[in-house]
């Protein structure tokens, strides 16, 4: 059975993402196989960012049917959850929420307020992650791995080992960010290229990597456009996004061997209750990312999340968009939290 959202805040409602156009489709969506039995289960909402349409879409079924939500933010893109603590990535801003007391609440509905805000300015940033100093993003526009600050857009913590500068160049498309123990531990980017929009110039469907932070170097080559490097269950997993595929790296062989082969540019991966989360983009065939490889096996590209049984590579449910989101960057779970709202700061 299809489900449609509700739109719980009007446009320009939330003031720290920039406003919204005053139309905007509602997202519709086709559960598939068992999503809604293990969202069900899992007792969690999963989140989900649709950065061209402008959406954190919020899935949950607390009495066994699928309820969705969409929170418009302008361009929300990385994402990432920890205990009470919530991070979503907009256009120049990082915004960070709380989860109220849940025995404050006179309801069953839980409560994310924004309590922080960063002004990161124009850095394209892509994957997000909570460590043990606090939260860490790709910067995407300068190559490198770095921290929100007061004072300034951001503070560099890490940049690959080809890269000889700190410029506001996007020169290698440096977009993933994996931590392990609390740690910035792996990213990916698209090529190793050290000069303006190298990404844009290289064979992007062989050229991409996999680097390794703590060693400072690349692990894994001739990736087509990777993306969400994980650490779970003792290994290391990826988006081989323009191959639709779900990976996970062998540190013996330097390959990403192929878990599973899904209709859609792979992209936002997170792992809970015995599945990992895949998101899924419909990328336009003119556009930058567009992938021959997962067309052409595929044909009809698909938008949602996908849920992988990691241990056989099985699809054993999903949640197609079928209208009002094209393109996925993140997914997250919330465990334990079964109406989420998520609440931001109104305009200054």
């Given at each position: 059975?299809?489900?449609h959202?509700?739109?719980?805040?009007?446009?320009?409602?939330?003031g720290?993402?920039?406003r919204q156009?005053?139309?905007a489709t509602?997202?519709a969506?086709?559960?598939?196989?068992?999503?809604?039995?293990w969202?069900?289960?899992?007792?969690?909402?999963?989140?989900?960012?649709?950065?061209?349409?402008?959406?954190?879409?919020?899935?949950?079924?607390?009495?066994g049917?699928l309820?969705?939500?969409e929170?418009?933010f302008?361009?929300?893109?990385g994402?990432?959850?920890?205990?009470?603590?919530?991070?979503?990535?907009?256009?120049?801003?990082?915004?960070?929420?709380?989860?109220?007391?849940?025995?404050?609440?006179?309801?069953n509905?839980t409560?994310?307020?924004?309590?922080?805000?960063y002004?990161?300015?124009k850095?394209?940033?892509?994957?997000?992650a909570?460590g043990?100093?606090?939260?860490?993003?790709?910067?995407?526009?300068?190559n490198?791995?770095?921290?929100?600050?007061?004072r300034?857009?951001?503070?560099?913590?890490w940049?690959?080992?080809?890269?000889a500068?700190?410029?506001?160049?996007?020169?290698?498309?440096l977009?993933?960010?994996?931590?392990?123990?609390?740690?910035?531990?792996?990213t990916?980017?698209?090529?190793?290229c050290?000069?303006?929009?190298?990404w844009?110039?290289?064979?992007?469907?062989?050229?991409g990597?996999?680097?390794?932070?703590?060693?400072?170097?690349?692990?894994?080559?001739g990736?087509?456009?990777?993306?969400?490097p994980?650490?779970?269950?003792?290994?290391?997993w990826?988006?081989?996004s323009?191959?639709?595929?779900?990976?996970?790296?062998?540190?013996?062989?330097?390959?990403?061997e192929p878990?599973?082969?899904?209709?859609?540019?792979t992209?936002g991966?997170?792992?809970?209750?015995?599945?990992?989360?895949?998101?899924?983009?419909?990328?336009?065939?003119?556009?930058?990312?567009?992938?021959p490889?997962?067309?052409?096996?595929?044909?009809d590209?698909q938008?949602?999340?996908?849920?992988?049984?990691?241990?056989?590579g099985?699809e054993?449910?999903?949640?197609?968009?079928?209208?009002g989101?094209?393109?996925?960057?993140e997914?997250?779970?919330l465990?334990?939290?079964?109406?989420?709202?998520?609440?931001?700061q109104?305009?200054?």
């Amino acid at each position: 059975m299809a489900a449609h959202s509700t739109d719980d805040l009007a446009d320009g409602d939330n003031g720290s993402a920039e406003r919204q156009p005053r139309v905007a489709t509602p997202l519709a969506a086709e559960p598939r196989g068992d999503f809604v039995r293990w969202l069900a289960a899992a007792r969690g909402t999963l989140a989900v960012t649709t950065y061209t349409s402008g959406k954190l879409v919020l899935a949950s079924a607390p009495a066994g049917e699928l309820v969705l939500r969409e929170i418009k933010f302008t361009r929300p893109m990385g994402m990432s959850v920890n205990g009470p603590r919530l991070a979503i990535a907009v256009r120049e801003q990082l915004l960070i929420f709380r989860r109220d007391d849940p025995t404050a609440a006179g309801n069953n509905e839980t409560i994310y307020r924004q309590v922080e805000t960063y002004d990161t300015g124009k850095l394209n940033v892509h994957d997000v992650a909570f460590g043990r100093r606090g939260v860490h993003f790709a910067n995407t526009r300068y190559n490198c791995i770095a921290r929100p600050s007061d004072r300034v857009n951001f503070l560099r913590v890490w940049q690959p080992p080809f890269i000889a500068e700190m410029i506001a160049q996007d020169r290698c498309h440096l977009n993933g960010l994996g931590m392990r123990d609390g740690r910035p531990a792996m990213t990916t980017a698209f090529c190793e290229c050290d000069h303006k929009g190298g990404w844009r110039e290289e064979n992007r469907f062989a050229s991409g990597v996999l680097i390794d932070m703590g060693a400072d170097r690349v692990v894994a080559t001739g990736l087509c456009m990777p993306h969400s490097p994980r650490w779970a269950g003792g290994a290391w997993w990826l988006c081989n996004s323009g191959e639709g595929t779900l990976c996970r790296f062998d540190p013996a062989s330097g390959q990403c061997e192929p878990i599973a082969y899904l209709p859609g540019f792979t992209r936002g991966l997170s792992f809970a209750a015995g599945r990992a989360i895949v998101g899924l983009s419909k990328i336009r065939p003119e556009h930058i990312l567009d992938a021959p490889p997962v067309r052409d096996r595929h044909g009809d590209l698909q938008a949602g999340v996908a849920l992988i049984d990691a241990k056989s590579g099985r699809e054993t449910g999903a949640l197609q968009f079928t209208r009002g989101g094209n393109e996925v960057f993140e997914t997250a779970f919330l465990p334990g939290v079964l109406d989420a709202q998520v609440i931001c700061q109104p305009a200054a």
